[in-house]
């Protein structure tokens, strides 16, 4: 497989009316719901929701790992378990800090509120980023790859996710947040025994760095964040941190060195067998230590990002075990981001030192080709001969241009279509075809391209916590000359401050400010969150100013938040 197929006798049709790609039809026939029990004690739910739930039982009580997306869906995993097993729930256990949200469920079923729950020291840390700095883009990057506004049925409906099928199953919602913090970290290395059985950790960071290895050696089971049912990851089309290969290779070495009787993961249907799991988790391991391989290979020749990306291709054998397959990303993306990640994003390419400004350069491109009639005809043409590689850059030149007209857009969208139903990778098609609708009009994503504080998410942080994320909401244009340390007193939640100097705010304690603001931390918070202003405030006796208070309207009015101008 290479990434897409413009042949449409490639292209299929799904349950619900959607075109896709065959193979990418036929992978949900793998991540179909269904309780798998590998050996007597241990049970892993698949289909559920995006991620598995798994559960081992022991002499002293029963084991979860990981409770996916809601209290809903950890609800129905425990209800699928509870057929087979009263034993009482002991502890849960986070691979890693993407399913951990469904946890009250967990507490629920024990009957108790210390519930030991246990992860990486990390996993705080990670969701305080996800959900503060860059939530908008994150959230964004989640619509996008997974498809989370596809209509429900139709060409463009969702087929699945590659690594399950759904990223939050209809059948859960409304989707109720249920995530407990953890009441025990761990760094990797321990050996614990839980609910009288043995478990031994191991820090594997995989598509987060608080990614673990479980291993029950008594059961000779894994449960584990690594080998997924396809190609691994690197690079995730909605925008990640880099995922080094090299760490990769690391952990799923030790993952083949435990002989494993039973492999199960966050992800897809378990492996039982030695001998099987050796030899397909080997192949798995070195599809992605190819990819690393081949792409260094050819930096050192020389070459660049644009080149390798279409050099670079796994051997044929790799379609032939859904492990190793394109069902999730595509090879030629994890190239560019290995050599993105080794060597920084400029490759080499003259062209790419001082590029122009993307509206700037495709005006000119358009006019070099002879005009915008000329371009959309050449488009048409590659899009025609299943060109679509070319047809994508020529129709993206027209829409990058101010005076885009609908045509264009529709165009694109088109071109943006063809690619979703001939790729078997699920963020591809999710991608392209969320794209496509909001070129078409049919999808309105402004609400995640500006930063949207929720006074509930900012009543939960520590006031100097939260206002350390109003540092990526500096308007420079209006904070230049500006150098004024603000100190906030709030009654409800101590001191803090802001100091709002060289274009950029630093949070502080507030020790020091001459400037104050008297407010109730949670008026503040309703400000940041759009439900309040603070001129509001200050005309009701809410807040109280001191010192220089024009300065501080002034500093304060630099910050993207509407309600903290005048």
Same mark, same amino acid.
């Given at each position: ?17 959607? &075109? ?18 590998? @050996?007597?004690? %241990? ?5 559920? /929701? ?48 993407? *399913? ?11 009957? !108790? ?5 246990? #992860? $990486? ?7 305080? !980023?996800?959900? /503060? ?7 964004? /990057? ?36 249920? $995530? %407990? ?9 321990? !050996? ?34 690594? %080998? ?13 941190? *880099? ?53 260094? @290979?050819?930096?050192?020749?020389? &070459? ?96 990058? @241009? ?61 006031? !100097? ?28 939640? #101590?001191?803090? /401050? ?7 705010? %630093? ?60």
């Amino acid at each position: 497989m290479r990434s897409f197929d413009a042949d449409p006798a490639h292209v299929g049709t799904g349950p619900l009316g959607q &075109k896709a790609h065959r193979r990418h039809i036929d992978h949900s026939g793998r991540l179909e719901r269904r309780l798998y029990a590998p @050996r007597p004690g %241990v049970w892993c739910l698949v289909g559920n /929701g995006l991620s598995n739930q798994t559960f081992i039982e022991g002499p002293e009580g029963l084991i979860a790992i990981d409770t996916g997306e809601s209290e809903e869906e950890m609800r129905t995993a425990l209800a699928e378990v509870r057929a087979h097993t009263s034993a009482p729930l002991a502890a849960v256990l986070y691979s890693h800090f993407h *399913y951990i949200g469904g946890t009250t469920a967990a507490l629920a079923d024990a009957g !108790r509120a210390d519930l030991p729950i246990l #992860g $990486h020291e990390r996993i705080p840390l990670n969701l305080a !980023r996800t959900s /503060g700095e860059i939530a908008p883009a994150y959230s964004r /990057g989640l619509i996008h790859q997974f498809g989370l506004r596809l209509p429900p049925e139709g060409p463009d409906a969702l087929v699945n996710e590659g690594l399950g099928l759904h990223f939050r199953n209809p059948e859960h919602a409304p989707f109720t947040p249920g $995530h %407990v913090p953890l009441t025990q970290t761990f760094r990797g290395g321990e !050996r614990l025994t839980l609910a009288g059985i043995v478990v031994e950790i191991h820090h594997a960071p995989s598509d987060a760095d608080d990614s673990v290895t479980f291993w029950f050696p008594e059961l000779s089971t894994c449960v584990q964040n690594l %080998v997924w049912p396809t190609l691994f990851n690197i690079f995730p089309i909605r925008g990640e941190e *880099y995922r080094d290969p090299q760490v990769l290779l690391a952990g799923i070495d030790h993952i083949l060195s435990l002989g494993a009787e039973h492999l199960l993961g966050a992800h897809g249907p378990p492996i039982t067998g030695a001998a099987g799991i050796a030899a397909r988790v080997t192949r798995y391991r070195d599809s992605i230590q190819f990819l690393w391989d081949q792409t260094v @290979r050819g930096l050192n020749r020389g &070459k660049t990002a644009d080149a390798l990306a279409h050099e670079v291709r796994l051997p044929a054998a790799c379609d032939d075990d859904y492990l190793t397959s394109e069902f999730y990303g595509v090879a030629e993306h994890h190239v560019r981001q290995i050599a993105a990640g080794l060597r920084g994003w400029f490759d080499g390419e003259p062209g790419k030192l001082f590029v122009l400004p993307p509206a700037e350069r495709a005006r000119r491109l358009v006019e070099g080709f002879g005009g915008a009639g000329e371009v959309r005809a050449q488009a048409h043409a590659a899009q025609d001969a299943g060109d679509l590689r070319w047809a994508l850059e020529l129709a993206s030149w027209l829409v990058a @241009r101010p005076e885009a007209e609908a045509a264009d857009r529709a165009q694109l969208a088109g071109v943006l279509r063809a690619i979703a139903q001939g790729t078997s990778a699920a963020n591809i098609r999710n991608w392209c075809l969320t794209r496509a609708l909001e070129l078409e009009g049919a999808l309105d994503l402004s609400r995640v391209a500006e930063h949207r504080l929720r006074p509930a998410q900012l009543a939960g942080r520590p006031p !100097r916590e939260a206002l350390h994320l109003l540092r990526v909401m500096v308007d420079p244009a209006r904070a230049e000359g500006i150098d004024l340390h603000l100190g906030f007193d709030f009654p409800d939640a #101590g001191a803090a /401050g802001l100091h709002v100097r060289n274009s950029v705010s %630093v949070a502080t304690d507030g020790a020091g400010a001459t400037t104050r603001l008297a407010v109730r931390w949670a008026d503040l918070a309703r400000v940041l969150g759009g439900q309040a202003r603070l001129s509001e405030l200050e005309a009701s006796g809410a807040l109280a100013i001191t010192g220089d208070a024009a300065g501080a309207r002034r500093a304060l009015a630099v910050f993207d938040p509407p309600g903290l101008g005048s």
